[in-house]
């Protein structure tokens, strides 16, 4: 059983709570990892684009309005079929981390597939610029027992998959763990916003991920705490939900409480603490 907290991180620059920017940039990888049959289905696969070609632009004018340094996980397939996206972030100061190669389920993929996702991830990343990735995220959020092991095995710093606590914590599985920085689906923009003609799925109002990640903000301002919010650049790119994040963001910066940090600076600011209370 994981040792809950006792006290709350001191964050830089004296700021009372900690945020993480955090985008996934799936592109086709989000669609031929969920069937290969995707490779015909041309207008599908343009939305994934969709979040290369205008996506991610808009977000890093964003980011670089206000000096925001972010956390972008990265598909191997994205950062073969589009490399000029890793060397944008990397120019503007941003973390890449791992996300898997063909975003891939973990749950529904088998052990040697799961080996697979992982090396062929790292091994584009390399081939694009990028340095070893710091952190994972699995796709769809499901990490099993194997790919957890593969974590350890690679050396990653942290995982960025699971939901066990609201605040960074050790994931553990079978006697060992793992530096985890939670997510959660209400702090995810595509059960929001996502739609596909084959599942559905919801097109909400913009204005409530305004008014609901403001709700989680002013909570974890109130506890001294991390959150992590989780978009996707063909989801949020959209121009009237990509209004709403500016007005977010916005809002954050104007009170000056905020440490926006990437997530491997979160990694190396927490860990000490969390290995100190486990002692």
């Known amino acids: 059983m994981t040792k ?4 709350h991180p001191q964050w830089p620059q004296q700021k009372s709570t900690a945020v993480s920017l955090t985008f996934d940039v799936d592109a086709e990888a989000g669609y031929l990892g969920e069937s290969p049959s995707y490779a015909r289905r041309l207008t599908s696969l343009s939305e994934g684009r969709f979040g290369v070609v205008r996506g991610v632009p808009r ?25 000029g996206v890793v060397e944008l972030l990397l120019r503007d100061g941003h973390e890449i981390g791992h996300h898997g190669h063909m975003h891939l389920r973990s749950d529904k993929a088998s052990p040697e597939a799961q080996t697979e996702e992982i ?15 710091a952190g994972y995220r699995s796709s769809s959020w499901e990490l099993t027992p194997e790919t957890f092991e593969l974590l350890l095995a690679h050396g990653f710093a942290y995982d960025s998959s699971c939901m ?3 605040r960074p914590y050790y994931e553990q599985w079978n006697g060992r763990s ?21 599942n559905g799925g919801n097109f909400t109002h913009p204005r409530t ?24 650049p063909e989801v949020i790119g959209r121009g009237a939900r990509f209004e709403q994040l500016e007005r977010f963001v916005e809002r954050l ?9 990437r997530l491997d ?14 002692k």
């Open 4 to 7: 809950p907290h006792t006290t």
């Open 59 to 83: 977000i890093l004018a964003l980011l670089r309005r206000h000096d925001i340094r972010a956390t972008f996980f990265v598909p191997g397939y994205t950062a073969e079929q589009h490399p």
């Open 119 to 133: 090396e062929r991830g790292l091994a584009a990343l390399q081939r694009a610029g990028a340095p070893k990735p």
């Open 164 to 166: 066990g606590d609201d």
């Open 178 to 198: 793992i530096l985890e920085i939670p997510v959660h689906w209400s702090l995810d923009d595509y059960p929001m916003f996502g739609w596909s003609i084959d």
């Open 209 to 232: 991920l305004v008014d609901s990640w403001l709700a989680e903000y002013a909570s974890a301002r109130r506890d001294g705490r991390h959150t992590s919010f989780t978009m996707h």
């Open 253 to 261: 910066v104007a009170d000056g409480d905020v440490w926006f940090a």
């Open 265 to 278: 600076e979160v990694a190396a600011h927490v860990a000490p603490q969390l290995q100190r209370e486990a």
